[in-house]
């Protein structure tokens, strides 16, 4: 073991071509006995003399410390995830879901606590394997949750699991060659204009004037209920969606604009009677410049919306009398989104310009949902092709001409 300074020649003691670059101070030793000489080098002389005291004292290099730090952190984190519940994993992965807005947080909340709470809130991560999470989707499947619902809760399980997974928790992903229950897709029956009348007429205010907007806008809940003046442009005779409600108490407005996707956000033209409509609500703005609120101060929420469809669907009418139920108007005020887009297939649009008007990504969305309501070309088709080629006419036996 020694120190040697690389900046100078020992026999000769002149400087060497490197002098004044790099370190100066070199320890040479040996980890084991027989082995090619390690090396490290040093700024100061002093800093050098340290290391190589170090050395001949057998304690361990630096690197080996940290080595050691880092294997002893490694196997902490494996004691801790011994005793980590999925419930603590699950707190853990939504407070670091920081894109997430209130209302899909509360899906999240809402879909933890009744499909995956059950079974796991109190399971140990290590102790979750496949036939765990295989057995969360029985069990969702058996208590009649629908196959979408059940898929939804399998892909939160999922992504909780994978993230314990890239934390170092568990060693490996337990969700493989899960069996998921077959979506039966229905194919929508979009509501008649009669319908949609039927539905405007028994709303109270302001939702009657909403389901006008919606009928001829397509607008999602959200956009909807989050319209403000600025965004009708009345001379160019435009919608601009552009902002969401997103709110859950009426007494507090809480607009984003961070719609459900990037495609969402679009600028819809509108024509005299719509524009009529939104032009008499910009008369009287609520909270924050809303078009739709309550008339004394409060917000429209998702929940309030909802309620007064309900209403009209159990047969309630605009006067507050009850007429017969309306079971057709189905789930809620999406029936609109598809009632609108039933009238812009039947008109001949493409689905690529549904598509735009709906705020879906792509006409490929657009097309799984509405494909059957377009028109059947196959006759159309078979019609416009057939005969433009022919065989040549040839003569038979008797002499005659007939095509072959």
Not at 110 to 115: D, H, K, T, V
Not at 278 to 290: A, E, V, Y
Request: glycine residues 6%.
């Amino acid at each position: 073991m020694r120190v040697y300074d690389d900046w100078t020649n020992k026999k000769t003691g002149e400087r060497k071509p490197n002098y004044g670059r790099g370190k100066r101070w070199v320890v040479a030793w040996k980890k084991t006995p027989g082995a090619h000489d390690s090396k490290r080098s040093f700024r100061l002389k002093d800093e050098a003399t340290a290391f190589l005291a170090d050395r001949m004292a057998g304690l361990p290099l630096p690197e080996e410390v940290e080595a050691e730090r880092l294997a002893a952190e490694r196997e902490q984190a494996q004691a801790d995830a011994q005793r980590l519940t999925f419930a603590q994993m699950f707190e853990s992965w939504l407070r670091r879901q920081v894109h997430l807005d209130d209302r899909s947080r509360t899906i999240y909340r809402a879909s933890y606590a009744n499909a995956l709470a059950p079974a796991l809130a109190d399971k140990l991560l290590a102790d979750i394997d496949r036939l765990a999470v295989q057995d969360v989707v029985v069990a969702g499947t058996e208590a009649g949750r629908a196959a979408n619902t059940v898929r939804q809760d399998y892909t939160l399980l999922h992504a909780v699991l994978q993230e314990a997974v890239l934390s170092g928790h568990i060693a490996k992903d337990p969700c493989v060659k899960i069996k998921l229950p077959t979506v039966v897709g229905e194919k929508i029956v979009p509501l008649t204009d009669e319908q949609v009348q039927e539905i405007v007429d028994a709303m109270r205010p302001p939702f009657a004037a909403a389901a006008v907007v919606v009928a001829a806008t397509a607008l999602r809940s959200g956009e909807w209920r989050g319209v403000i003046a600025p965004a009708v442009d009345v001379g160019l005779r435009i919608l601009r969606v552009e902002r969401q409600q997103v709110s859950t108490v009426q007494t507090k407005s809480v607009l984003k604009p961070k719609l459900k996707s990037e495609s969402s956000r679009r600028h819809l033209a509108i024509e005299e009677h719509t524009l009529k409509v939104l032009t008499s609500l910009m008369q009287k703005p609520g909270p924050d410049g809303l078009l739709f609120h309550t008339g004394d101060g409060r917000i429209i929420t998702q929940g309030l919306a909802q309620a007064e469809w309900d209403r009209v669907a159990a047969g309630g009418n605009s006067d507050g009398s009850r007429g017969e139920p309306r079971p057709w108007m189905g789930a809620g005020w999406h029936q609109l989104r598809h009632y609108h887009a039933s009238r812009l297939i039947k008109a001949g649009a493409s689905p690529v310009a549904v598509a735009h008007r709906l705020g879906h990504k792509d006409a490929t969305v657009t097309l799984r949902t509405y494909a059957h309501l377009w028109p059947d070309d196959d006759r159309l088709m078979a019609t416009t092709t057939d005969g433009l080629v022919k065989l040549k006419r040839q003569t038979n036996d008797r002499g005659a001409s007939e095509a072959a």
